[in-house]
């Protein structure tokens, strides 16, 4: 019923920039808090930054100063501008979405496929 379609990841270098897109497209009534997580090798899925409806925002220390999350209500888009990205931000990036969804007031939510970023010299 919804689908979250990631892009934007990649080989950076250390000290170097990326950003990531996740266009939301499906049965969306409300498209409320939304945000990314990242699951390196042999370690838990974590949280990254989370933007909600109104445009709050939450960051992961580890990338607070270096991350920006921000997000297009009119396309259903949020985006991961993210900066000084290091060795250790290396991981499979994932976009998560709370959605309502036609005929139902019951939130649930979803996950994108996941796009690979490397930082590596």
């Known amino acids: 019923q919804v689908q979250l379609v990631e892009s934007g990841g990649g080989l950076v270098q250390p000290g170097g920039s990326l950003r990531l897109s996740c266009a939301a497209s499906?049965?969306?009534?409300?498209?409320?808090?939304m945000g990314w997580y990242r699951q390196a090798p042999r370690k838990q899925r974590e949280l990254v930054a989370v933007?909600?409806?109104?445009?709050?925002?939450n960051y992961a220390d580890r990338v607070k100063g270096r991350f920006t999350i921000s997000r297009d209500n009119a396309n259903n888009t949020v985006y991961l501008r993210m900066n000084s990205l290091k060795p250790e931000d290396t991981a499979v990036y994932y976009c998560?979405?709370?959605?309502?969804?036609?005929?139902?007031?019951?939130?649930?939510?979803?996950w994108g496929q996941g796009t690979q970023v490397t930082v590596s010299s």
């Open positions: 933007i909600s409806s109104g445009g709050s925002t």
């Open positions: 499906g049965s969306i009534f409300r498209l409320n808090t």
């Open positions: 998560n979405a709370w959605v309502i969804t036609w005929g139902t007031t019951n939130e649930f939510d979803y």
